[in-house]
């Protein structure tokens, strides 16, 4: 079966509409913010809600414009859907964007690992999510489901799949990772039994922080240039990853978003999250496509948090909650085993 771009962009804005609407339900309070814009043939629109002010830079009205990526010979084209939330009750920021954007030749991010596809032009589809809780002892997550196709005259277009997601905490809890990795198995067993191990292990490669040789979080999911066993397969695939998503965050968000904090863990919780940007600006594929390919900066940026801090040079206690992020959390091991389940 080939592929059906219709059939995947509709699963995409369904995606997004239920995680945002989940979301919402779980913070109580604060409501996503839509901006639509669109770039068909060089002009087109955005949509903002009545309240169009910016909010410490996390959105803001979209330029209207076909993208010229000069450094690199491309035109990008597209619409997309991006929604913020700000300044909840339990969420201090998050976006969840859909793009569907098409140019005329694949950035260096996206070739790097394919390079027999430089050249040729491009189709990506995509819902992106990342959540920064209010409570340092509720963990940032990032979710990411994308699908792409590569064009050339007279070839057979060439497409695969990727994403993933994975958790960021910042005090660990042991009931909270077992459970984000049960998860992450349970979306990969109907598909291959080997796929849990093999893109555990790529999600704890992927997300290491080189220049800090420390791991971003927990690790969870990462796959990408997949298209093994047909698009059904791996559409089913793609599907299964982002319908669990919210099966593995929310009930760890119900369990620690009461809990009890002072500035001493609020203060802990911007320092990491610097590491988060690092990760982000240096490393993230994602990133580094958009902005490679003249995407739209706002979309882009919006995994970013609302508030960060850097600190020169410093060291938790030892034997501090602080010190056991690193000792103990942010180290690959198999969380399951952990649980007494078998060996994957």
Known sequence: MKP????VESYLLDLQQRLCAAFEHEDGAARFREDRWQRPDGGGRSQHPADSRDVQGRTSVARSRKLEATDIGTSVYGSGRTRVISDGAVLEHGGVNFSHVHGTSLPPAATAQRPELAGRSFQALGVSVVIHPRSPYVPTSHCNVRFFQAEKPGAEPVWWIGGGFDLTPYFGFDEDCVHWHREA????DPFGADYYARFKKWCDEYFFIKHRQEPRG???LF?????DGGFEHC???LRSVGDRYLRAYLPIVQRRKALAY??????FQLYRRGRYVEFNLVYDRGTLFGLQSGGRTESILMSLPPRVAWRYDWRPEPGSPE???TEHYLKPRDWLALAGEPKQ
């Open 4 to 7: 059906d771009l219709q059939v």
């Open 262 to 267: 002072g500035e001493r863990e609020r203060e």
């Open 235 to 237: 559409f089913g695939f």
């Open 218 to 220: 927990i690790g969870g």
């Open 185 to 188: 198995k349970a979306a990969c």
């Open 223 to 227: 796959f990408d240039d997949l298209n």
């Open 323 to 325: 010190a056991r992020l």
